[in-house]
């Protein structure tokens, strides 16, 4: 399929619309000049004729094939003088006489009026002749500047077309990949320079983020992995009251989140190959097991917690990034609950959390998905909804959410195939 916005086709499309409107110019200038030298010879032509029958003492008609003769006057007018000529004032007119057209010439000589014809059906039938010719110069030239306009698209972006291919075949991996060796010393060449000091930015660049993710995946994980073994043994203490083991119970939840938030951020930082390294996730399983981890977030408040599940859908995701997606959605609806219900319903491509809390005004529904934005009446550090939202985009999720103040909030996600479809194949198309 050929793209219209490709340089190869537009480079050949202006060359062809500029050979195409310089042969029709070109054409139709010898064609317009082409008749006009014809009238004037036409006009020549009767001219001679006129003043060599003037002349005679007796005018008679030229005995020729394509002229013809006539004279009004008072001493002699011509018997034949059609009428569609008879009143024609002195000049030069075209006129039909039954099926013929004649190119007329009249003028006054002396007392006596002129009339000279030139039969023009065969001036017509060459004039036709020609055009055809021009016609088919004109289209010659149109498509031999097509030919000629894709010939000269190929090989003016060919070396553009070499360094597209080079740079869309690259990986994140190659570190040796050199661009300027495909080009030559003009503009591309110095368009492959930029791209090859883009380049080695970039692989610095990357080379930063891995020791970064290596360090923070060893530097968090070991402490909290301390943190929480510590915790356990703590936990097994028969002699601690009622108060320090449910303390212990905070520091080893809030341990946890860390390490599970962690594990999530590491891989929402990798490259995503699309299911190419990612195995099934259980819905249902994992907003169960969020209910349970969630539930303590109720404490002594009047909230009722309802789980419904229609469904027992399957995805290809990684399981701490959905336990993350629908932990903050839980969280949220807790957080902003004092007393009511909250409701989530898992159906076959849609997960719904519904509370009866605060609610939200329609400004801060607007924001409520962005970075770091907080509402009136949040706690947190406006974080929770946007990493949702991430990983929505991620795996072609979409996210929505309705809310009036004072009535609580209803977080609506669709997983569906065709969605996580049209996502791939998207990313397909890019690449």
Same mark, same amino acid.
């Given at each position: 399929?050929?793209?219209?916005?490709?340089?190869?086709?537009?480079?050949?499309?202006?060359?062809?619309?500029?050979?195409?409107?310089?042969?029709?110019? /070109?054409?139709?200038?010898?064609?317009?000049?082409?008749?006009?030298?014809?009238?004037?010879?036409?006009?020549?032509?009767?001219?001679?004729?006129?003043?060599?029958?003037?002349?005679?003492?007796?005018?008679?008609?030229?005995?020729?094939?394509?002229?013809?003769?006539?004279?009004?006057?008072?001493?002699?007018?011509?018997?034949?003088?059609?009428?569609?000529?008879?009143?024609?004032?002195?000049?030069?007119?075209?006129?039909?006489?039954?099926?013929?057209?004649?190119?007329?010439?009249?003028?006054?000589?002396?007392?006596?009026?002129?009339?000279?014809?030139?039969?023009?059906?065969?001036?017509?039938?060459?004039?036709?002749?020609?055009?055809?010719?021009?016609?088919?110069?004109?289209?010659?030239?149109?498509?031999?500047?097509?030919?000629?306009?894709?010939? +000269?698209?190929?090989?003016?972006?060919?070396?553009?077309?070499?360094?597209?291919?080079?740079?869309?075949?690259? =990986?994140?991996?190659?570190?040796? +990949?050199?661009?300027?060796?495909?080009?030559?010393?003009?503009?591309?060449?110095?368009?492959?320079?930029?791209?090859?000091?883009?380049?080695?930015?970039?692989?610095?660049?990357?080379?930063?983020?891995?020791?970064?993710?290596?360090?923070? *995946?060893?530097?968090?994980?070991?402490?909290?992995?301390?943190?929480?073994?510590?915790?356990?043994?703590?936990?097994?203490?028969?002699?601690?009251?009622?108060?320090?083991?449910?303390?212990?119970?905070?520091?080893?939840?809030?341990?946890?989140?860390?390490?599970?938030?962690?594990?999530?951020? +590491? /891989?929402?930082?990798?490259?995503?190959?699309?299911?190419?390294?990612?195995?099934?996730?259980?819905?249902?399983?994992?907003?169960?097991?969020?209910?349970?981890?969630?539930?303590?977030?109720?404490?002594?408040?009047?909230?009722?917690?309802?789980?419904?599940? =229609?469904?027992?859908? *399957?995805?290809?995701?990684?399981?701490?990034?959905?336990?993350?997606?629908?932990?903050?959605?839980?969280?949220?609806?807790?957080?902003?609950? =004092?007393?009511?219900?909250? /409701? /989530?319903?898992?159906?076959?491509?849609?997960?719904?959390?519904?509370?009866?809390?605060?609610?939200?005004?329609?400004?801060?529904?607007?924001?409520?998905?962005?970075?770091?934005?907080?509402?009136?009446?949040?706690?947190?550090?406006?974080?929770?909804?946007?990493?949702? =939202? #991430?990983?929505?985009?991620?795996?072609?999720?979409?996210? *929505? +959410?309705?809310?009036?103040?004072?009535?609580?909030?209803?977080?609506?996600?669709?997983?569906?195939?065709?969605?996580?479809?049209? #996502?791939?194949?998207?990313?397909?198309?890019?690449?």
């Amino acid at each position: 399929m050929i793209r219209t916005s490709s340089l190869r086709y537009r480079v050949a499309f202006y060359y062809a619309l500029f050979g195409a409107g310089l042969s029709i110019f /070109l054409s139709t200038g010898v064609y317009l000049t082409m008749q006009a030298i014809g009238h004037r010879l036409m006009d020549h032509v009767l001219v001679g004729e006129l003043f060599e029958h003037a002349s005679e003492p007796v005018f008679t008609s030229p005995n020729t094939a394509s002229i013809r003769g006539y004279i009004l006057s008072a001493a002699q007018t011509s018997a034949d003088l059609p009428a569609e000529i008879r009143n024609l004032p002195p000049g030069t007119h075209n006129v039909k006489i039954g099926q013929i057209d004649y190119h007329t010439l009249v003028s006054d000589v002396g007392d006596a009026r002129y009339f000279m014809l030139f039969n023009t059906e065969s001036q017509h039938l060459q004039e036709k002749e020609f055009f055809n010719y021009v016609v088919f110069f004109a289209l010659f030239m149109i498509v031999s500047s097509s030919i000629g306009g894709v010939l +000269l698209a190929s090989r003016v972006t060919r070396s553009v077309t070499r360094l597209a291919e080079q740079v869309g075949q690259a =990986k994140p991996g190659d570190t040796e +990949l050199t661009l300027i060796e495909l080009t030559g010393n003009d503009e591309v060449g110095d368009l492959a320079r930029a791209f090859d000091r883009y380049l080695s930015r970039l692989r610095k660049f990357v080379e930063r983020e891995n020791y970064f993710t290596a360090d923070v *995946s060893h530097e968090l994980r070991t402490p909290l992995a301390i943190m929480l073994g510590t915790v356990e043994v703590l936990e097994q203490d028969e002699t601690l009251s009622a108060k320090q083991k449910e303390r212990l119970r905070r520091i080893r939840r809030a341990a946890q989140d860390m390490i599970d938030l962690t594990s999530a951020l +590491l /891989l929402m930082a990798r490259e995503h190959q699309f299911a190419a390294d990612e195995q099934p996730s259980r819905v249902a399983e994992v907003a169960l097991a969020c209910v349970e981890k969630h539930r303590h977030l109720i404490g002594d408040r009047p909230i009722r917690m309802d789980v419904e599940l =229609k469904a027992d859908p *399957s995805l290809i995701v990684e399981r701490p990034l959905l336990e993350i997606v629908i932990g903050n959605l839980i969280r949220n609806a807790l957080f902003n609950t =004092k007393s009511g219900v909250v /409701l /989530l319903r898992l159906e076959a491509t849609r997960l719904i959390v519904k509370d009866t809390g605060v609610g939200m005004r329609p400004e801060e529904l607007a924001r409520a998905l962005e970075r770091y934005y907080k509402g009136a009446t949040s706690a947190g550090a406006g974080v929770g909804l946007s990493l949702v =939202k #991430r990983i929505c985009d991620r795996y072609g999720w979409s996210i *929505s +959410l309705e809310s009036q103040e004072g009535q609580g909030t209803t977080a609506e996600i669709d997983f569906s195939e065709r969605r996580r479809a049209g #996502r791939v194949a998207d990313a397909d198309s890019d690449q």
